[in-house]
């Protein structure tokens, strides 16, 4: 998670970079989708399909490489390229966030 103060811009991440999921959050799965609520920032939240499995994925410290694997082996008809790149961009929208702790940056 991002300290506040902290300059957003700077955090860079790679297929390395080692996160989990802030366990401050109240979230509820329903279906495929899972909502919750931050309640630090008294925020509420949806994701999509696609999200909830990055998401469901980040219960224990995962390295990105390994969510881009994962992606990749459900959604095998999307390149790993296109993977790659939005998971990458997913991960550090929602750290920037605070919705994951970065356990190791590499």
């Known amino acids: ?20 999921r802030n366990n401050n959050l109240v979230f509820k799965k329903i279906n495929e989708k899972i909502y919750f609520l931050d309640p630090e920032k008294e925020e509420f939240h949806s994701l999509n399909r696609t999200a909830s499995f990055i998401f469901s994925l980040t219960t224990r410290p995962i ?6 694997k994962k992606v990749k082996d459900k959604y095998s008809e999307v390149s790993e390229k296109d993977v790659k790149s939005d998971v990458l961009k997913w991960v550090k929208n929602y750290l920037e966030c605070g919705f994951f702790k970065l356990i190791k940056q590499l």
């Not at 991002?2 to 989990?20: C, V, W, Y």
């Not at 390295?63 to 881009?68: H, K, T, V």
């Open 63 to 68: 390295s990105i490489r390994g969510i881009i």
């Open 1 to 20: 998670m991002i300290k506040k103060g902290e300059n957003k811009k700077l955090l860079k991440i790679s297929e390395k970079t080692i996160i989990k």
